[in-house]
């Protein structure tokens, strides 16, 4: 997993509730890529932080969604009301220069 | 809409053959490209990436690539059943590490 860090691995919400997903990249990186992961689907991707900025949220669903990476601290994946189909496996990744994307353990969202 | 295009398999070849790979991606303009492989219930891991066109080897891998066709491979020598898992193609999408995934191959490697 190339040093970055995800905790939970399995988080476990009724519907209505909350999720939050966090993540810490690599030892000396400022940035990070969150990806989710369907059942039995492909990884697709959902946002693009560096500390105290997105960058790019366009895979990011309009709504109960919400990511931050703040000056100190990990970042966070945020679904607020969560529903059956927010059920999935969520990945935080860093990607040294030149050296590909390196994926977290994930987070395993389980919604009843 | 950037594509990426795998066939979903599963693909299964015997123990110590070749097992090859293929993916195809609708962008034109993307530069760098990857191969993930991921066991059930785990994290992509990365196993090759390739920017310019023809092979990469490394080890018991080969990634080929062939902007012209915007098609890109992956073979495995001598395969093994420990190499039975789905193996992803990724390209970059912009000018940051942002990923777009096919769906995956499934490779089972029978004994």
């Known amino acids: 997993n190339a040093g970055v860090m995800q905790n939970p691995r399995h988080l476990v919400r009724r519907r209505g509730q909350e999720a939050r997903l966090r993540c810490s990249p690599m030892?000396?990186?400022?940035?990070v890529y969150w990806y989710r992961q369907l059942p039995e689907e492909g990884l697709k991707f959902m946002v693009y932080l560096q500390k105290e900025n997105i960058i790019d949220e366009s895979g990011m669903p309009k709504e109960r969604f919400s990511a931050e990476f703040p000056k100190e601290g990990p970042s966070i994946l945020r679904i607020q009301q969560v529903v059956r189909g927010d059920s999935a496996a969520y990945f935080c990744?860093?990607?040294?220069?030149?050296?590909?994307?390196?994926f977290g353990p994930g987070t395993r969202l389980t919604v009843l | 809409q950037k594509e990426v295009e795998q066939n979903s398999g599963p693909l299964s070849v015997p123990e110590g053959a070749i097992a090859s790979l293929n993916c195809t991606y609708s962008?034109?303009?993307?530069?760098?490209f990857f191969w993930y492989r991921q066991y059930s219930g785990k994290s992509p891991e990365l196993i090759m990436f390739?920017?310019?066109?023809g092979d990469k080897e490394d080890g018991r891998f080969t990634a080929q690539l062939n902007k012209a066709s915007q098609y890109v491979s992956l073979l495995i020598r001598d395969s093994q059943p420990s190499d039975s898992a789905t193996y992803l193609c990724?390209?970059?999408?912009?000018?940051?590490?942002?990923?777009?995934f096919g769906a995956g191959t499934r490779l089972a490697v029978h004994p």
């Open positions: 030892k000396g990186h400022s940035h």
């Open positions: 962008d034109r303009g993307s530069q760098s």
């Open positions: 390739i920017y310019s066109n």
């Open positions: 990744a860093s990607s040294p220069p030149g050296q590909g994307t390196y």
């Open positions: 990724a390209v970059t999408d912009g000018g940051y590490n942002k990923l777009i």
